[in-house]
């Protein structure tokens, strides 16, 4: 486990890992998964999906991830990883990502990928290494979880 990283990630799928089902991943999503996972964070996707729906398409694009959640709301998810885990960090893209990160008090890191150059995800994506550390030094720092909410998501944008 690398210092200043969470115990585990939990991830979006669709508007955060691929445009939708059965597209391409964004550009070096799946790169900066595997190396978070190497460093010892517990990946977990999750998507508001059929089991199936959601395993089929993470084993499509070739994601190594350690759970893969098809679910019909996040927040009890995002819960029990936290039980499991302690720290982590929620990404997604939607404010249902968002409300379901907070119901767990989690930081969360906002995916602004939907309709902006495919480019533009390989610039988030690499960022993303840094952003999750970041979100972890916004929580020790500004405990409460509005705060640190803003501050994670106020951290790190698109560029
Ligand atoms: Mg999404």
């Not at 991943?25 to 508001?48: F, K, M, N």
């Not at 960090?89 to 119901?103: K, L, Y």
Request: net charge negative.
């Amino acid at each position: 486990m690398t210092a200043g990283l969470p115990r585990f990630l939990a991830v979006d799928w669709n508007g955060t890992v691929v445009p939708w089902f059965g597209e391409a991943a964004y550009p070096d999503a799946l790169a900066v998964l595997h190396e978070l996972r190497a460093q010892g964070v517990h990946i977990a996707v999750v998507s508001h999906a059929t089991p199936r729906e959601i395993s089929d398409d993470v084993a499509r694009v070739g994601l190594e991830a350690d759970e893969v959640l098809g679910v019909g709301a996040k927040a009890p998810s995002l819960i029990r990883l936290a039980d499991l885990w302690g720290d982590g960090v929620m990404i997604g893209d939607s404010p249902q990502d968002s409300r379901a990160a907070i119901a767990a008090a989690l930081p969360f890191i906002q995916a602004s990928l939907a309709r902006v150059a495919h480019t533009s995800g390989r610039t988030w994506w690499c960022g993303i290494l840094t952003a999750v550390s970041g979100a972890i030094q916004c929580r020790a720092g500004f405990p409460g979880t509005s705060t640190w909410n803003l501050l994670c998501l106020s951290a790190f944008s698109v560029s």
